[in-house]
């Protein structure tokens, strides 16, 4: 009998039963160092891009994805991101006295939307480790993988993309998206096989090297912080010894995942601001305040009026 060719439809025969994606990991237990003094005494996760922390944009994707349950790994210093989620009795008895129905409504809204648990991560070892402190929480299940830093403005929420490019492959998947050559030092880096027949947005990862230089670097096409992963990840994190800067990098696990489960890059479609880094944290504030029906029309005459 001959070999099914090779490519996603075939992929999507085999993988017709792929279990679903119940829950999301949220890793928050990083030093934020990039954004000190800001962070000495507040997590990096609650920093807000106009008046929505970036840990809540994170939450909401994983919502509008179809995820209820989000499972947040903090560590020391991090307790307001649980203040954030909780119910908030006296402040609403207050905006319910004050007749501030929106806010009400919205904050009712934050602590309702999903259902959130928290892991702990003691000791900030890196984010292969952040992960593999929510292996008991995840069990023996895919889940998705949102790191706050990166936010990401997209009619289709870019974790849902990835969930349909799951549902078709069944396999894990990371984000993928091209970056300036200067900039590759920054991110996971693929190198990426043919792309797929059935959608050249998804290929193959062939190999992936962690912040390489621009010489090392394999391609230009970085990791971003959407991650669909299988269960085998966890084995993949506990072979994973210290990487790149002595954390264990979620990356170098993944180049060993790949030596027994097939990988794919997704390119997804959207606007991404690394809001973990001064100059992208502000290009994200200024393109999301231009959006706003409150704000983005004032806006706009201010920075016109600035005459750059
Ligand atoms: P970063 O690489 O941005 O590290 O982590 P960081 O410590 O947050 O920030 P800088 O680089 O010092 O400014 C990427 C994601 O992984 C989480 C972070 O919270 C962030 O969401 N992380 C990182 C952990 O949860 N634990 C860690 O040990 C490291």
């Known amino acids: 009998m001959n070999e099914p060719p090779p490519g996603a439809r075939a992929t999507r025969e085999r993988n017709a039963g792929a279990a679903p994606i119940r829950r999301a990991v949220l890793p928050a237990a990083g030093w ?13 996760e609650m920093l807000p891009l106009i008046d929505k922390p970036l840990i809540q944009y994170a939450v909401e994707e994983a919502v509008d994805s179809g995820i209820r349950h989000v499972t947040i790994v903090t560590g ?6 649980e203040g ?17 129905t929106d806010p009400l409504e919205e904050i009712r809204r934050i602590s309702n939307m999903a259902r959130v648990t928290y892991v702990r991560q003691r000791q900030a070892l890196g984010l292969g480790h952040a992960i593999a402190c929510a292996r008991d929480a995840v069990g023996d299940e895919p889940f998705a993988v949102v790191l706050g830093d990166d936010v990401i403005d997209a009619d289709v929420p870019c974790l849902a993309q990835m969930m349909a490019a799951y549902r078709a492959l069944g396999c894990s998947i990371v984000a993928a998206s091209e970056v300036p050559p200067s900039e590759v030092s920054r991110y996971g880096i693929v190198r990426e096989g043919p792309a797929d027949a059935d959608d050249p947005r998804r290929a193959r990862v062939e190999d992936v090297v962690e912040k390489p230089s621009p010489t090392e670097a394999p391609s230009n096409l970085a990791i ?20 790149r800067g002595g954390e264990i990098q979620l990356t170098d696990a993944i180049r060993r995942l790949i030596e027994t489960e097939p990988v794919y890059a997704y390119r997804f479609e959207g ?20 959006k706003r029906d409150d704000l983005g029309a004032e806006f706009r005459e201010y920075l016109e009026s600035l005459k750059l």
């Open 32 to 44: 934020g160092t990039r954004f000190l003094p800001a962070t000495k005494a507040q997590p990096k």
């Open 76 to 81: 020391r210093g991090k307790d307001a991101i």
């Open 84 to 100: 954030h989620f909780d119910v908030s009795g006296e402040l609403e008895t207050v905006l319910a006295e004050r007749g501030r």
């Open 224 to 243: 971003i912080g959407r991650y669909i992963l299988t269960p085998g990840i966890f084995a993949a994190l506990e072979e994973t010894p210290p990487g």
């Open 271 to 290: 606007a991404r601001y690394d809001a973990g880094d001064k100059l992208g944290f502000l290009k994200g504030t200024v393109e999301l305040a231009l």
